[in-house]
């Protein structure tokens, strides 16, 4: 006697009485689909007929698939956290043990974004062409590179310089967050996605403790030992089936897909939609094949609109913000130990993204991400007119800003103030120098929860795996451009657009990317990986009939 999935029971035409009086004899076993239908496992009858249903019924185990986004999210996606905080840690030590010009440092800091642009086409290239398994494994070797040659220089700028641009080639931003969506089923997918962006925020955390707690070089050994775990690790982790359909590895495709799933969960549905997915005429994986796939919607389109959601998120001036949030705790006197104020900041960040990867599920990509942008707007809008009001009240109370700051002509003289009008001087300079911190870490605390990891959930969701690996390398390589302008301009900003106009224009950037993920960001929650990526048209000319996995369960005859 075997088992076999229902949902109902047909019965045989038989005399009402009868059935009435009929002894059953089955087990049940109750579980849930995605859609939460109550379903029965029957065993089977010689009186009744038991129909087996669409697999849609029967929950995958998400437990091998857990494994393999913690090693891709808690391992190698830190690593990236890792490279983007070693150099606030790294350049207060250097100070103290070597004589470093300004202009050294910042190319120290920044040199990294160059390697990150060009491994980020790279990557995309690789990734396309040979799997998303061996890209990562082959990436761990710049990785390593980096931190060994960051690790062993002595006091030679060329080797940080060096060892800064390998660190970059290494990092795995675009192919971890593809992995991590084409793993997981419909359940898990927003949250494998979003776990990416807060592994990143854990690394920074991470960087900036050990920082405060061991020599540089320490840092770099413990550093290094991240890509040769992840190299290790992924030795036992399969590739992704999506681009083992891609292609034509179904065997291999269909052994990924049961492992990911579980060994009683039928895949037969999930295979037939991802392989429908692909569009007929499409199976010819060359790059200039790939090119020319860009001529279809179901391309251009979701990749147009990766390519505005992360121009509009960098030009936000979320990078910039954060490094100038360490200087506004410092000037409150939050401590003067100058890694604490890192630390926090690196908290902050974290319990954003934790946030938003707890709502993800509940409440979809595009409200979480139109209201993570409106309020970005509103906190950046509320620091510009704090910002400038401050200026205003402390020239006419003839306070200083800075220490050994130039006071304004009409201050020549003592001004005498009454013990009322000295209170509320008090009360408002207290605004004046709180607030400002205040907005700065509710910012930061949205941007986690939504602009900061929204976007890269949708870098692996809405472009076909037929384009993904190219898409998601161009997308992150203008990312990193944006980035270097913003982190680069932003003191010039500052100085003649001053602090109110600066961040006047990113909240006005923060409003424009709330509009246009209103109008243009479709919402993925709830849909099968197959289903997202036909939903902008066709890759190719026939019509691709799709299989549906995520939607209500048809009964099968």
């Not at 005399?15 to 065993?43: H, I, P, V, W, Y």
């Not at 060009?118 to 931190?147: E, N, S, V």
């Not at 960040?349 to 409200?367: D, E, F, H, N």
Request: some cysteine.
């Amino acid at each position: 006697m075997t088992y076999l999935k229902a949902c109902d029971v047909g019965k045989d035409e038989e005399d009402a009485t009868a059935k009435k009086t009929r002894k059953r004899s089955f087990d049940r076993d109750n579980s849930r689909n995605a859609d939460g239908l109550e379903c029965q496992m029957l065993l089977e009858d010689g009186s009744y007929k038991v129909h087996a249903l669409e697999t849609a019924a029967i929950k995958p185990d998400a437990k091998n698939q857990f494994i393999s986004a913690g090693v891709v999210s808690g391992i190698a996606t830190v690593s990236i956290g890792t490279v983007l905080g070693f150099s606030a840690i790294l350049l207060p030590q250097l100070d103290s043990e070597m004589t470093i010009t300004s202009d050294e440092a910042s190319w120290i800091a920044s040199l990294s974004n160059i390697g990150q642009l060009f491994g980020a086409i790279g990557t995309g290239i690789l990734a396309g062409k040979f799997g998303r398994r061996p890209t990562m494994m082959l990436l761990c070797f710049p990785l390593l590179a980096g931190w060994v040659t960051m690790g062993l220089s002595q006091g030679q700028v060329w080797m940080f310089y060096l060892g800064r641009i390998l660190q970059g080639l290494g990092v795995m931003s675009s192919v971890t967050q593809v992995y991590l969506v084409e793993i997981a089923d419909t359940d898990h997918r927003g949250m494998f996605g979003a776990s990416g962006a807060l592994s990143v925020s854990v690394g920074i955390t991470l960087t900036f403790c050990l920082g405060a707690l061991f020599h540089w070089r320490v840092v770099c050994i413990i550093c290094g030992c991240i890509p040769i775990l992840v190299f290790v690790c992924m030795f036992f982790l399969p590739e992704t089936p999506p681009w083992l359909v891609l292609h034509n590895k179904k065997e291999e495709a269909e052994k990924s897909l049961q492992w990911l799933r579980g060994s009683h969960y039928d895949i037969s549905g999930e295979l037939e939609a991802l392989a429908a997915a692909q569009g007929k005429g499409v199976q010819n994986t060359s790059l200039v094949e790939t090119l020319k796939t860009f001529k279809y919607p179901g391309a251009y389109k979701p990749f147009m609109i990766l390519l505005f959601v992360f121009f509009f998120q960098q030009m936000s001036g979320s990078y910039a913000v954060i490094f100038y949030a360490v200087t506004l705790f410092k000037d409150i006197g939050v401590s003067t130990n100058p890694y604490i104020p890192a630390i926090v900041t690196g908290f902050i960040r974290l319990l954003g993204t934790l946030i938003g990867t707890a709502l993800i599920k509940r409440y979809g990509r595009k409200p979480l991400m139109t209201i993570s942008a409106i309020l970005m707007g509103v906190f950046m809008a509320s620091l510009a007119v704090t910002v400038f009001y401050k200026d205003k009240f402390y020239d006419e109370n003839c306070l200083q800003t800075k220490p050994n700051a130039t006071l304004p002509d009409h201050c020549s003289g003592d001004i005498m103030l009454s013990m009322e009008e000295e209170a509320k001087l008090a009360k408002m300079r207290m605004f004046y120098d709180i607030y400002p911190a205040v907005s700065v870490i509710l910012y930061m605390l949205v941007f986690g929860a939504g602009v900061g990891t929204i976007p890269w959930l949708l870098l692996g969701e809405l472009c076909p795996s037929k384009v993904k690996g190219i898409a998601s390398g161009i997308t992150v390589f203008m990312a990193f451009i944006t980035i270097f302008a913003v982190v680069k301009v932003f003191p010039y900003a500052l100085l003649y657009l001053k602090p109110h106009g600066t961040y006047g224009f990113f909240a006005v950037v923060s409003i424009m990317m709330a509009v246009f993920t209103v109008l243009f960001v479709p919402e993925t929650r709830g849909k099968s990986l197959s289903e997202i990526q036909t939903m902008f048209g066709e890759l190719g000319d026939g019509k691709v009939e799709l299989a549906t996995v995520s939607g209500s369960v048809e009964k099968g005859e």
